[in-house]
Each structure stands twice: as C-alpha cells, then as structure tokens.
C-alpha cells in the first residue's frame, strides 16, 4: 500500500491511502489550469467507480441523461392507470406519508402534483409516539369511513400486511410508493411500487438507491404521461414536474441514499430549482435556518431536513407536509417557526439522550452491532443518536427507546459494507422482532422489551463478518495531496463539480502540508480553530470539530512550531467580505 505523505500511522492511527487504491497524476503545488482541473475530475469519478463514459453526464448531471423510463418498474403502470381512474371519478384521494423528511417530501410531490391536475387529495402522517411506523388498520379504515375512495402510501407500506389486508376488507383501494426492504411476500394493494422488490426487473432493482420521493417523482412521471396521451392537458395547463425538484433534492439529501446515478441529477437539478425560491415553504425555512446563500446540498442534509424532521420527531407529524404544500405566506412562516423552535428542543432532548446511551453502550467495541435501550428515551431522537453512536463505535447501532407498556421501539444505522434493513429483517423472520424494516443503512424495529438482548445476541451473530470486513484494514481514504499553496479557492471549485457529496459518493478528503500551526483556539462547543501556515507564503484557516477534547484535538494544541500534515475536506470559508479557501480537519500527522 502506498501511503499518501508517507503517513504509515496518522494521530488517529490510521494510514493515508488513496481512495480506491488510485493515485492521482501528481501532487497539486499552485494554481490549476484547465488541463489540471479535468484530470482531477477524473481522478474523482474513477476513484468513486465510475467509467469514463459516465464522465460527462456526471460532471453536468441531468434528467434527461439519467431518468428511466418509470415503466421499468412493476406495478408502475398499474399504479399510474389507477390514480387516473380516480381523477377521471373524481373520487376523494388521501396520500399517506411517514413522518420523517422522506415522508414528508414523498407526500408533498404527490399532493402538489395532484393538486395542479385538479384531484382532490388530502394527508395523513401517522405520530410517532401514539401510532409509529407506517400505515396502521386502524388509520385506514377510518381513511374509508371519512370518505376516502384511495390512499397512496409514501415511504411505508411495503410491510404492512395486516394494515392493508384490512383496508382491503373494508373496500379502501391501496397503492404503496416505496423504497424499503421488501419480503419475498407482498402484501396485498392496488399496485406496489417499490425498486427493492425481490421480484423487480434488473432495470428497476438498478434504482434500488433512490430514496421513496424519488419514486414518487416517478410516480408522477407515469401519471404525466398517461394523463397527456389521454388529452387531459387540452383545455388545463399541463404542470411542469421540474418546479417539484427541491422537494426532491431535499428528501434525497435528508434519507442519507447513496447520491449517485439519478439522485446526483434530482439534486443537481434540484438546487438549481431551489435557487428561485419558488416553494415559499422551503424559502421560509431557509430563512429561519440563516441561510444568507442559495442552498447546497450540505445544507439540505445539516439544515434544512433536521427542521423538518423536528415535527415528525418531537411536535406535530404532519407539519413537514403542511409546510411543503402550502402556497399562504402567513402559514408557511408560523409553521416554518414553529420547526425551528422544535428543532432547538430536539437538539436538547437529543443532547440527554446521546450522553446516556453513549454510556450505555461501553462495551459496544466487542459487538457487531451496538444495541442500547432505556426507559424514559424519546423515541423521536433515537434515529440520531443511533448515528452518533454508530460514527463512536465505526459500527452498526441500534438505540431502543422503552415505553410504559413494555413495547420498545428501536432505530439504527449502519456503516458502509453492512446491510442492516437485511438483518432486521431476518430478526423479525425468526421472531424476535414485533416489527421492523429498513434499507442498507437504516432501519427501525418494534420489540418487547424483554427480547432485547436476544435481539442482540442475534445481530453480533448475523453481522459479525460482514463488519470485520467492512472495519478490517481501517486507513483515512484520501482523494488528493497538495502543497500549502494548493488549498485554493481554485481547488474548491474544481472539487465542487465533482459534488453533490454525501453517502455513496464521498466528499473529497484532501491531505496538505507541512503545515505550521500558528493559532489554535477552543471555539463554540468542543471545536478547535485553527490557522495555518506554509513554508510556500500560504496561510489558511481550518477547524476541527468536535475535537476539542480528543487525542487528534490535544496533539494539534500542543504542536505549534513543529511540521504537520492536515488531512480532510477544502471547502469555502466565506465569511466576511472575501472568500477562501478553508480546511474541515479530520485527522493529521506530525512531518
């Protein structure tokens, strides 16, 4: 193995490797020219998997290169022909979406969509505390004797067996819009659309990374299209689907899908959509985020999904939904308020929790999943602590949250390599589980609470290899090395058209030097500031997070005057009247 600045063993004791085992054409030392730029590019794409024909359309990703032909799908069109049937009827329409992002912005491309083709539709989101997880019997057959003719389901349903075999006997008409692990049983609807199907086509299972809002764009897709060839545009204004693409993008962003193929196109062009403020929903909520910039996709992921998952969390379910689809000023304001308010106290509740479950889970280094429960948690917060706890530990971990009742509901996250919605399936096929379900890298569960260490006992034993391979061999993946004076505004540009970055398609992680600490100061809560300097005249800022109390943050504090090595992301550091370039530090190594 080669290793980047021959940094065998970093602060952190990790090797530098180039990412993918691919080094690039040579160390960057000033400034880029246009050769340059597009052999970085490059070395990016084929560094991530890609082939050189996909150069192109992935450094300027758009609909048209990557959008299949929503056909593709089973029960696509039989999905599209019943929601036009029910627009031809008239008949009352009710999409009912889950109570995070995806389910909010599943739920909001629907309804918005439908509302522009003259439906009447309207929405249900489940709360978390009292109903959990997708659609219930309960909920549906009220659905009917409200007068709903048919529900579409958005980011559930795919294992919800007893709750649409009731709609069914009640004569409610299901279809189902999912991403989700699917069972070699389905059960019974109108048509289920979902690319994790074990019986999906080649082409569809392809898709399998998209996010449910993407699927629901799809959906909307195949509506469009039938509706046009039936005339239905004749005498009605014909809705232009690409003003739903900053719901998109942000649903996208915020479910943490691997951000390639088509999703690189949904945000891409998404951004650009989001750009013009049309959705006053998501303008009001940029502004009580502080964005004084057009949203990037960071900010989608950091800003903008955490306020709207706040109500689904902590407050009320369906006020993501609200936001997205209202078009009055005064209510998108107070709602765009209210999520921000709650979003602060999720973050406090958040705070509690995470330090007791990290507590908790001590031991997690000797397990394959780390799995804590305690009673009095929230259930709203333990998605995210599940992550904190999972970035701790470089493992799969699941946090349990403990009713009243004796019934617990879980949440996890897991790391790359290691398929946890698989394996919380299995769990619940051998029985341990009330219920549960999940993707790659998500999952949630419903368990007794005296089935949890079973529980347990069954994920060590099922994931056991799988995160030896993935924690085996553990080294910091670099992209590019680069002289001091090669942190430049330049490289962040070039670097940038290689985004957007997220799971599945890495943000570059640059490794420069030597470097001179020259400052370094404790700031906000746990951050470490730093500026530095280079023997070439260059002088940056860079910050590490959280890292104020680690052994990467003690080491830096205690090594001014002596030549380090930085590695970690370039972004732009635009505050004050000039822009810079600015390093987001994730580890380092003495020269």
Known sequence: MAHVFQVSASILGQPWAWRGGLAPGGELGGALDGRGQDELLHHLFRARGAVQADFARLAAPTLRDWLPDPSVFADMDVAAARIITALDRGESIVVFGDYDVDGATS???????????????????????????????????????????????????????????????????????????????????????????????????????????????????????????????????????????????????????????????????????????????????????????????????????????????????????????????????????????????????ETAVTEEALAASASAANMACAVVSGAGWHPGVIGIVASRLKDQWQRPAIVIAIGDDGTAKGSGRSIAGVDLGAAILAAKDHGLLIAGGGHAMAAGLTVAADGIDALAAFLNDRLGAAVDGASHGRLLSIDTAVAPRGVSLELVETLEVAGPYGQGWSSPRVASGPWTIVDCRVVGTNHLKLVLSGADGARVKAIAFRHADSVLGAALAGARGRPVYVAGRIKRDDWGNTQAAEIEVDDAAFA
Request: with cysteine.
């Open 107 to 349: 739920a909001a491309v629907l309804i918005r969509y439908l509302r522009g083709v003259g439906a009447a539709v309207g929405h249900y989101i489940p709360d978390r505390l009292l109903e959990g997880y997708g659609p219930s019997a309960d909920a549906l057959v009220a659905l009917k004797a409200a007068g709903a003719d048919l529900v579409i389901t958005v980011d559930c349903g795919t294992q919800g067996f007893e709750a649409l075999a009731a709609a069914r006997a009640a004569g409610l008409d299901v279809i189902v819009v999912d991403h989700h692990k699917a069972a070699t049983a389905l059960p019974v609807t109108v048509a289920l659309v979902n690319p994790n199907r074990l019986d999906e086509s080649a082409i569809g299972a392809a898709h399998g990374h998209l996010a449910a809002v993407g699927m629901a764009f799809l959906t909307v897709v195949a509506i469009n299209r039938g509706l046009r060839s039936r005339g239905w545009f004749a005498a009605r204004p014909e809705p232009k689907l690409t003003e739903l693409l900053d719901i998109v993008a942000l649903g996208t962003v915020a479910d943490v899908v691997p951000l390639t193929g088509l999703n690189r196109a949904f945000i891409t062009q998404g951004l650009k959509v989001m750009r013009g403020r049309r959705n006053i929903g998501l303008a009001a909520l940029a502004d009580v985020a502080g964005l004084k910039a057009a949203p990037t996709a960071r900010d989608l992921g950091f800003a903008l999904g955490p306020r709207v998952n706040a109500g689904g969390r902590v407050g009320q379910a369906d006020l993501g939904v609200r936001l997205l689809t209202s078009d009055e000023p005064g209510e998108v304001t107070a709602i765009a308020a209210e999520l921000d308010r709650l979003n602060t106290e999720r973050r406090a509740i």
